[in-house]
């Protein structure tokens, strides 16, 4: 399908009202797209805009290839001919190539009957940039069109350039203002030798004229202009020089033999003549032709008696459309019976718009306007319902029996017009305007939902409906449900109206689907039989193949297909996670109770099909084929803890605080009163059995590092005490007495069979409605820990308000609020203690705990001005930030330290930018006021955390939004300053995107009101147009009783008067006005978000690379973690997951995961670039030999044993009967 064409008179017609100047202002370009189609009901418009100049061209005798009357083309003939408007002094270039083009070497003519005149496709334009640029439309231009005869090689290139002298080129030759300043300026140059007498407007034109053509005999003429030249210097003087310089003028001071100089002007040097056809490029002669041409109209345009004056009289003028009519060979093409041949250039009268449909002038005969028909139709079929409207409308207003007889013809065919598929969707009840946008499936229904409200009369009529709508749409679906036969899979699920869902549309309910319609039409068993069959061939169903047969079906066996189905993977051909594919089952099994069994079979199924596929997880090797030496260990769980695994590994990929812990002595805290007086972590003074709890852990978290330095084996066991250290907050492990209740409220949701479902604190008033289920691995909390981390306090909260009140309705805060201490571990934990407090927290909450820890444990560098410590944790990770409140008066800054920024996806894909655009954009509060955040100083790496968690009518959910990662971020934008610009220049920047975030947010907000509604996937236009429905099915039943309860209806919501007159038409109406605006909506929206994102495009001077992605996969009641990092180093990503440590592609790792319950990112890790290689090391091993150890024993290193000095540090003697215990994972 290549598209709607144009006769060659069409084509000469539109070239000749085509004016480029004024095509931005039309919308199309007249010359290259084709009319737009006609619509009857709408008010009449001109096909040519009025501003468009009528053009009449004149030949350029010396730059064309003319054609000869009488003398065909032959395959070796190009045609060329060059010419320009008088009136607008444009130029256009035709070339008409005929040469052998292989098969096609039979040009059309006039005594051809099947192919009387070309009928030219556009082909497209050379260097369309330039034309679609700032001032396009003033650039020279080249279109290329080729005939569509299968046979005629012709094809047709058109040159269109502006003119050489532009219109203030003329107006600073011809203005007497112009001129009267120029000669008040030659008289001061000149003084008395200045010519007494102002320059005439026809002088210009004319000396410039003689000047061209005399350039063309440069050896009889004097090739040099003084400047000082009385004429010259009146008529041009200096301000033309520009003009003169582009038509090759050169100016140039010249020395005599005396010494004296002079300045003048040289006259142009044309290029040597050669033959048109030499070269498509216009050469330096062809530019001084031009102008010549140019000024040879503008001479004419003067009065004769003015001419009179002329040193050199005018070029003949010659017409030059017969030529282009030669060459595009229609001439003397037939002509209807009292046509006319002209092209309609010259006045304002125009064609009926049909005929430009048709691509064809009023003028032709009615032979040729079938022909033009069927070159229509046989280019663009998919519009033949048009062409044949057109052709069937002109036979009726010329009243022609030759088209009224051609036009029954094709109407016996089948052949039907736009009007007949506006009544065909409303003989089905389907709205016209709504059809193209409707699918063939719910198409099919509605005509098969109409066959059982007719009778049999009516039934052929919406046969023949659908099928004039099937041919429309191109779709065999739709005409064979008109001829009610049944031959894809997808016609046979239509028919029984099943899913295309194998999960939703099983054996099972095929049958019962086919029972349920031939009880309804036992006339159509025959053919409800031949769709069962169908679906069994093309599903290879055994199962309905023996029903086929038998009319009996055994119980079905889920297969491989089914049961990934069942669990929503999409995705077959991959390995799956084990404990993904765990978590995955469970989450639908909490969400799904009542289909456990199927769910177990589908889980059994699919960890079958893995195992035929890749091997059980016993033969799988650890996780790689690399040697020790080169390859990181695991961490196997200790339980429900897989997120703990996760935030040591990052943990140890931090070389400063790898190396400060294993050298930890050097570093640790002196724990002396004296010493520990002005320690602050966290806004909180340090105890001393809180400093020595800190010290422990670092001790664990010591030994845990060498191991993973010196291990031989492929992974290790983190000690159970580093995981209560890391789990438990406050000055000691213990873990609440059992039997004692809680002294302070839980920040738990509830319990489902005694097991806590954990996560932050709900917003104040919230009811729990909803119980989710019980968690595995962890929860998915966005809470970020209690007052002891250092977090930014919350910037919305009552005391900060300008008038100190508290409202009755508070800000959503920019992040969780501090959630209660977690309950404390006792020395005698268990694991299974362990895993409860475990369930409460997530990896950002783990990640504070360490930092608060490891402050506690080390000594101090110096004091923040706070009070807070200063060491290398803060330096390392934690980032000053300065929240800016606005009020009408002044700004409050308030800067606080922060170790993460936490970010939202809002619910749906976005990017990591536009996410902390959010964070740190401008917020507003309560009473007018406004907020926004920038780093003072910008940690060396940068944690920022998702939230996750989110509350929909009062239950608790996990958002799965995608959120995309850039390799490289940067910080520029969220800076006071930066390198490049000052505080000043980056709030400007800050300014110009919060504006347009502005309406980005108005334009979400009316969005959410048009596609938000009570009914699941239905936008309100949809709502209205099924309403409208309604109303109308009602008042066709029972028009009193229908207007009666509509009228009651909405008198309940709104008392004023109801008309019951044409509801329904004001509905759809309402429905059709609220499309378009989605569609705006969106568009709209897109491009705000471009321009969002352009705003600081160039700011680039604090770029930040992705070192590390945690990721979890579950519920938001539970599931698994694991983490990615980047190795620097080795320029490789590793997946640790647990005690598997892979390697990962990036391509996997950064692009969205479609599935059910998809992982998604926690959190993400970058680390400046700067400093990328020196922070940061993956890979440290050093493997070593250890003396007296035994094969498959593992050895830590040293460490100092040392009396406890408090008894509520863990006694690891405690821990010696526990039994290990691997943890269920999701």
């Not at 291990?711 to 290790?716: C, D, V, Y």
């Amino acid at each position: 399908m290549l598209g709607p064409g144009k006769t060659a008179p069409l084509l000469l017609q539109n070239l000749l009202t085509y004016d480029p100047r004024y095509e931005p202002a039309a919308g199309r370009n007249l010359l290259t797209s084709p009319p737009p189609h006609y619509d009857p009901h709408a008010a009449p418009t001109s096909s040519v805009p009025r501003r468009n100049c009528r053009h009449d061209v004149q030949l350029k005798e010396e730059q064309s290839e003319l054609p000869q009357k009488g003398v065909d083309p032959d395959e070796n003939t190009v045609y060329r001919v060059a010419v320009y408007c008088r009136i607008c002094r444009w130029h256009f270039d035709i070339w008409v190539d005929f040469r052998d083009n292989g098969l096609q070497d039979h040009p059309c003519r006039k005594t051809d009957l099947e192919s009387p005149l070309h009928h030219f496709l556009f082909s497209g334009e050379e260097d369309p940039s330039r034309s679609g640029s700032l001032g396009g439309h003033t650039k020279p231009r080249s279109y290329t069109f080729y005939c569509s005869a299968d046979k005629c090689p012709v094809t047709l290139r058109i040159r269109i350039s502006p003119p050489r002298l532009s219109d203030s080129d003329i107006a600073l030759l011809t203005d007497p203002a112009n001129l009267r300043r120029r000669w008040e300026r030659a008289k001061e140059i000149d003084g008395a030798r200045a010519d007494p007498d102002m320059a005439q407007p026809i002088e210009g034109p004319n000396y410039l004229n003689t000047y061209l053509f005399d350039s063309f005999n440069s050896t009889k003429a004097k090739p040099r202009i003084p400047l000082l030249n009385r004429k010259f210097l009146k008529t041009f003087g200096r301000d033309c020089d520009d003009m003169l310089k582009k038509l090759g003028f050169t100016f140039a001071v010249e020395v005599d033999a005396e010494g004296n100089s002079t300045d003048g002007w040289y006259l142009p040097r044309p290029s040597e003549a050669q033959h048109p056809l030499d070269s498509l490029e216009t050469t330096t002669r062809n530019i001084i032709e031009d102008a010549r041409y140019e000024l040879n109209a503008i001479i004419l345009s003067f009065p004769e008696s003015e001419r009179a004056t002329a040193r050199r009289n005018p070029l003949a003028l010659v017409p030059a459309r017969n030529y282009i009519e030669l060459a595009l060979g229609c001439d003397d093409y037939e002509l209807r019976e009292g046509g006319r041949r002209e092209t309609r250039n010259s006045h304002r009268e125009e064609d009926h718009p049909y005929y430009a449909g048709l691509g064809a002038l009023s003028d032709f005969a009615d032979r040729l306007l079938i022909f033009a028909y069927d070159r229509q139709v046989a280019n663009d079929p998919v519009n033949t319902p048009y062409y044949f409207e057109c052709l069937k409308d002109l036979a009726k207003g010329r009243n022609s029996e030759t088209l009224d007889t051609q036009s029954a013809i094709l109407e016996s065919q089948g052949l039907f017009t736009r009007q007949d598929v506006t009544q065909a969707y409303r003989t089905l009840g389907i709205d016209p305007s709504h059809g193209p946008a409707l699918s063939d499936n719910i198409i099919t229904n509605q005509f098969k939902a109409r066959l059982s409200d007719i009778g049999p009369r009516q039934v052929e009529e919406a046969r023949s409906a659908l099928r004039i709508i099937g041919l429309a749409r191109g779709s065999d679906m739709l005409q064979r449900a008109a001829s009610d036969s049944i031959e894809t899979y997808a016609e046979a699920l239509a028919w029984l109206n099943l899913p295309d869902s194998v999960e939703l549309s099983g054996d099972d309910f095929v049958i019962t689907m086919y029972t349920s319609k031939v009880n309804d039409s036992p006339q159509e068993a025959e053919t409800g039989r031949m769709a069962v069959k169908i679906i069994a061939d093309h599903r290879k169903s055994q199962r309905l193949r023996q029903w086929l047969e038998t009319g009996q079906m055994d119980a079905a066996e889920m297969d491989a297909a089914e049961a990934y189905a069942t669990l929503g993977i999409t995705d077959r051909s991959s390995k799956l996670d084990p404990s993904v594919l765990q978590t995955l089952y469970e989450g639908m099994l909490s969400d799904s109770p009542e289909n456990a069994q199927r769910l177990e079979t589908a889980l059994q199924k699919v960890r079958q099909d893995q195992e035929n596929s890749y091997g059980s997880e016993q033969q799988q090797p650890s996780g790689h084929n690399f040697e020790l030496h080169e390859w990181p260990v695991g961490c196997c769980n200790i339980g429900n803890t897989c997120y703990l695994n996760s935030v040591l590994q990052f943990l140890f990929t931090i070389k400063p605080l790898r190396d400060m812990v294993i050298d930890c002595d050097k570093h640790f805290q002196d724990l002396s009163p004296e010493a520990l007086g002005p320690k602050r972590v966290g806004r909180t003074a340090v105890t001393r059995a809180r400093a020595e709890t800190g010290q422990q852990f670092v001790r664990e978290l010591q030994g845990l590092f060498k191991h993973m330095i010196t291990a031989r084996e492929h992974n290790i066991r983190p000690e159970r005490s580093l995981a209560a250290l890391a789990l438990t907050r406050g000055e000691s492990t213990n873990i609440a007495s059992e039997s004692k209740p809680p002294t302070r409220p839980s920040s738990r949701l509830g319990k489902i069979g005694d097991m806590p479902v954990s996560g932050p604190m709900l917003p104040p008033g919230f009811q729990n409605t909803s119980m989710p289920p019980s968690p595995a691995d962890s929860v998915m909390g966005d809470a970020e820990g209690d007052a002891d981390s250092m977090k930014a306090m919350d910037l919305t909260a009552s005391s900060d308000k300008p008038d100190n009140t508290m409202s009755t309705r508070l800000e959503p805060p920019s992040r969780p609020p501090p959630i209660p201490p977690r309950p404390q571990a006792t020395a005698d934990i268990g694991l299974k203690k362990l895993e409860d407090v475990a369930q409460q927290q997530d990896a950002a909450e783990i990640l504070n705990n360490v930092f608060d820890l490891l402050s506690c444990a080390f000594q101090g560098e110096d004091v923040l001005q706070d009070g807070e410590q200063l060491d290398l944790i803060k330096r390392t990770f934690f980032s000053n930030v300065t929240t800016v409140r606005r009020t009408k008066d002044k700004d409050i800054p308030k800067s606080d330290l922060q170790d993460n920024v936490l970010v939202s996806t809002k619910g749906r894909d976005r990017s990591i930018c536009a996410a902390l655009d959010d964070e740190f954009g401008l917020t507003e509060l309560e009473g007018g006021v406004t907020k926004y955040e920038i780093f003072d100083t910008a940690a060396p790496i940068q944690i920022i955390n998702v939230r996750r968690l989110q509350f929909e009518n009062g239950r608790a959910r996990k958002d799965e939004s995608h959120l995309a990662l850039d390799k490289i971020l940067y910080l520029d934008r969220y800076l006071k300053s930066t390198k490049s610009l000052s505080e000043e220049q980056l709030q400007e920047l800050r300014n110009q995107q919060w504006q347009l975030q502005a309406e980005l947010r108005a334009l979400e907000t009316r969005k959410k009101l048009l596609k938000e509604t009570d009914f699941k996937d239905v936008d309100l236009p949809g709502v209205l147009d099924e309403t409208a429905c309604l109303v109308t099915k009602l008042e066709g039943s029972s028009p009193e009783a229908a207007g009666e309860s509509l009228q009651a209806s909405l008198e309940q919501r709104d008392p004023s008067p109801v008309p019951q007159e044409g509801i329904a038409d004001q509905l759809n109406k309402r429905a059709d006005e609220l499309r378009p605006e989605l569609t705006d909506i969106h568009d709209r929206m897109e491009k705000l978000e471009k321009q969002i994102d352009s705003v600081f495009e160039d700011c680039k001077d604090h770029p930040y690379r992705l070192h590390a992605i945690f990721m979890h996969a579950g519920s938001h009641s539970g599931g698994h973690y694991w983490i990615y990092i980047y190795d620097f180093q080795n320029d490789i990503w590793r997946k640790y997951n647990d005690e598997t440590v892979t390697l990962e592609s990036e391509e996997t790792i950064l692009k969205k995961v479609v599935q059910v319950r998809p992982p998604t990112s926690t959190g993400i890790v970058y680390v400046r670039d700067d400093v990328a290689t020196e922070y940061t090391e993956a890979l440290h091993r050093d493997l070593q030999e250890v003396k007296g150890s035994q094969s498959g024993e593992t050895q830590h290193g040293d460490v100092e044993m040392m009396d406890t000095p408090s008894t509520n540090v863990v006694n690891m003697d405690d821990y010696t009967n526990l039994e290990v215990v691997e943890g269920r994972e999701m």
